[in-house]
């Protein structure tokens, strides 16, 4: 398959899949202020050399792909929490990996994680989803496409790239969605 094809693919699976509302509707509600107050603790290096705030739509996203709001979330390969750390991750990033069961410890680490992601990136998007799902050096040296707009940029792993095309669909969900966040 062609970059561009790959790409066609990736716009159609965006626009034309199902969303968990209430899922949506519990990440909103319940943790649009953590994630407010992490994006603007942990901003990212962009291309141009800016401090950028991560857009909150996205970690919203992180959370929905990853574990749809369910804080004691874990996978088989260990990892945990709302955003799925796993733990020499959460070590590396100075995370207590015991306590990612805490939405705020986990929403931080995420945070943290994809502000070091973007600033090595220099703000490539799918690169770092990429490497939050496939690891840095895996869509380094195994990238899927060799040629077109997604060439060098998602890991050769057919989890990894339905991941970064599921964010992406639920990046834009995010963004267009507006509920109140019940702040306690």
Do not use: H, W
Not at 6 to 33: C, Q
Not at 161 to 170: F, H
């Amino acid at each position: 398959m062609t970059g561009l094809d790959l790409f066609t693919v990736l716009l159609f699976f965006v626009f034309f899949s199902s969303v968990d509302a209430s899922s949506a509707e519990l990440i909103e509600k319940e943790y649009s202020r953590i994630i407010e107050n992490a994006v603007k603790k942990y901003p990212y290096i962009s291309a141009n050399g800016a401090k950028t705030v991560i857009d909150p739509a996205l970690v919203k996203a992180v959370i929905y792909v990853e574990s749809r709001g369910r804080a004691d979330a874990k996978s088989a390969a260990g990892a945990y929490g709302l955003t799925q750390i796993m733990p020499r991750t959460a070590k590396l990033l100075g995370c207590d990996y015991e306590t990612l069961n805490v939405p705020k410890n986990a929403v931080e680490c995420s945070v943290k994680f994809l502000a070091a992601l973007l600033t090595y990136n220099k703000g490539d998007l799918v690169k770092s989803l990429s490497g939050y799902n496939g690891g840095t050096y895996s869509t380094e040296t195994k990238p899927t496409e060799k040629s077109g707009k997604l060439a060098g940029k998602i890991y050769e792993n057919p989890e990894t790239k339905r991941y970064v095309v599921s964010v992406l669909r639920m990046f834009e969900f995010f963004k267009k969605r507006k509920i109140e966040p019940k702040y306690q």
